[in-house]
């Protein structure tokens, strides 16, 4: 042990005393330090960032698009609504993120919203089923009370606060 320590002293001085000058500088963003170890907001990071922690540019796409359609994600289970992604690949994306920026949800219009739009919204292939079905035979969903007969006060409780009509 003591020869190495030895050993290890003779190298370092000779670095630090030989003629010639070398210079290193380490520049250390807050961003930088520990960058794998820490999880982007799924929210705010960027197209670049997600790309550089690993994340697949189809699922980096993904998420930036359900990003732009909802507004955001208010908890990461919502990873289980965008197409292509189930509970497995939810599971290995929730160790890169994680949720700091709260958001607000984007209004949805339940008369103009496709299968794709209300899935990114939450709702199940039932009730999506019944929207369609009811917007077919009565062109139009008009109030919360239609609705909630549609969905059940539970659910349209859920959702009435991010539903427009118009």
Same mark, same amino acid.
């Given at each position: 042990?003591?020869?190495?320590?030895?050993?290890?002293?003779?190298?370092?001085?000779?670095?630090?005393?030989?003629?010639?000058?070398?210079?290193?500088?380490?520049?250390?963003?807050?961003?930088?330090?520990?960058?794998?170890?820490?999880?982007?907001?799924?929210?705010?990071?960027?197209?670049?960032?997600?790309?550089?922690?690993?994340?697949?540019?189809?699922?980096?796409?993904?998420?930036?698009?359900?990003?732009?359609?909802?507004?955001?994600?208010?908890?990461?289970?919502?990873?289980?609504?965008?197409?292509?992604?189930?509970?497995?690949?939810?599971?290995?994306?929730? %160790?890169?993120?994680?949720? *700091?920026? #709260?958001? &607000? $949800?984007?209004?949805?219009?339940?008369?103009?919203? @496709? /299968?794709? !739009?209300? %899935?990114?919204?939450?709702? *199940?292939? #039932?009730? &999506? $089923?019944?929207?369609?079905?009811?917007?077919?035979? @009565? /062109?139009? !969903?008009?109030?919360?009370?239609?609705?909630?007969?549609?969905?059940? $006060?539970?659910?349209?409780?859920?959702?009435?606060?991010?539903?427009?009509?118009?």
């Amino acid at each position: 042990m003591k020869k190495i320590f030895f050993l290890f002293l003779i190298i370092l001085s000779t670095l630090c005393f030989s003629k010639e000058e070398s210079e290193f500088k380490v520049i250390l963003s807050p961003n930088m330090k520990n960058e794998k170890n820490l999880k982007l907001d799924i929210n705010s990071a960027s197209k670049e960032e997600m790309l550089r922690r690993g994340i697949a540019l189809s699922y980096t796409n993904k998420i930036i698009d359900y990003r732009n359609l909802t507004g955001g994600f208010l908890n990461l289970e919502e990873l289980t609504r965008i197409s292509g992604m189930g509970e497995k690949t939810k599971i290995k994306l929730e %160790k890169s993120f994680i949720i *700091n920026k #709260k958001i &607000i $949800k984007k209004k949805l219009n339940i008369n103009r919203s @496709n /299968k794709i !739009i209300l %899935k990114a919204y939450g709702f *199940n292939l #039932k009730e &999506i $089923k019944n929207i369609e079905k009811y917007i077919k035979k @009565n /062109k139009r !969903i008009k109030n919360n009370i239609e609705l909630m007969e549609i969905l059940g $006060k539970g659910r349209y409780n859920k959702y009435k606060n991010l539903i427009n009509y118009d």
